[in-house]
Antibody
Framework: QVRLVQSGAEVKKPGASVKVSCTAS????????MHWVRQAPGQGLEWMGW????????NYAQKFWGRVTMTRDTSISTAYMELSRLTSDDTAVYYC????????????WGQGTLVTVSS | SYELTQPPSVSVSPGQTARITCSGDALPKKYAYWYQQKSGQAPVLVIY???KRPSGIPERFFGSRSGTMATLTISGAQVEDEADYYC????????????FGGGSKLTVV
């Protein structure tokens, strides 16, 4: 069965960067795009972007241009999301979510990674 | 930027029909998707491409789309359906940038 396992919780200081990993099993990473979505405490879901693992092509939400980098390592079936220049507004649970195929919508989700930004 | 608008809350009694709406200017040309998120859990896809149910989703979940509005209908809502529901679609054009609605809290009591 499809499974996405994310890295553990992180605490970062303002101005730092965070890199979250998402390891896929039960399917071939290169066969499906991977979305990243975040959710601030008590707030709704926010789409951040996707990566096409086969080629490395990316599609970021305009809000995150210049601060987010999505990469992958196909040899270990893992996708990564790095967010830089963190502020307290970036405190959120970050989810990876497999796309159904070609970047249109997420179907399976990881368990989420809590990133806390605090001085 | 493109937005999808949902009511913040919907409340029904067990066994009643719950309807959650989602409006967006691009919906006449874009599919709508619906996710259920229970407290402390990751979202789960309950409707894709307007009205299709993934395997394992109960038949009481029904999706529809007309013009600029998509609707999630839960016929005979159960207590276990109490959750936040988010609509999702893609931005205008072919850029495949995703957007979520603000979410609707469904209370079944």
């Amino acid at each position: 069965q499809v499974r996405l396992v994310q890295s553990g919780a992180e605490v970062k200081k303002p101005g730092a960067s965070v890199k979250v990993s998402c390891t896929a099993s039960g399917y071939t990473l290169t066969g499906h795009y991977m979305h990243w979505v975040r959710q601030a405490p008590g707030q709704g879901l926010e789409w951040m972007g996707w990566i096409k693992p086969q080629s490395g092509d990316i599609n970021y939400a305009q809000k995150f241009w210049g601060r987010v980098t999505m990469t992958r390592d196909t040899s270990i079936s893992t996708a990564y999301m790095e967010l830089s220049r963190l502020t307290s507004d970036d405190t959120a649970v970050y989810y990876c979510a497999r796309d159904e195929g070609s970047g249109w919508y997420p179907d399976y989700w990881g368990q989420g990674t809590l990133v806390t930004v605090s001085s | 930027s493109y937005e999808l608008t949902q009511p913040p809350s919907v409340s029904v009694s067990p066994g009643q029909t719950a309807r959650i709406t989602c409006s967006g200017d691009a919906l006449p040309k874009k599919y709508a998707y619906w996710y259920q998120q229970k407290s402390g859990q990751a979202p789960v896809l309950v409707i894709y491409e307007d009205n299709k149910r993934p395997s394992g989703i109960p038949e009481r979940f029904f999706g529809s789309r007309s013009g600029t509005m998509a609707t999630l209908t839960i016929s005979g809502a159960q207590v276990e359906d109490e959750a936040d529901y988010y609509c999702y679609s893609t931005d205008t054009g072919d850029n495949r940038r995703g957007v979520f609605g603000g979410g609707s809290k469904l209370t079944v009591v």
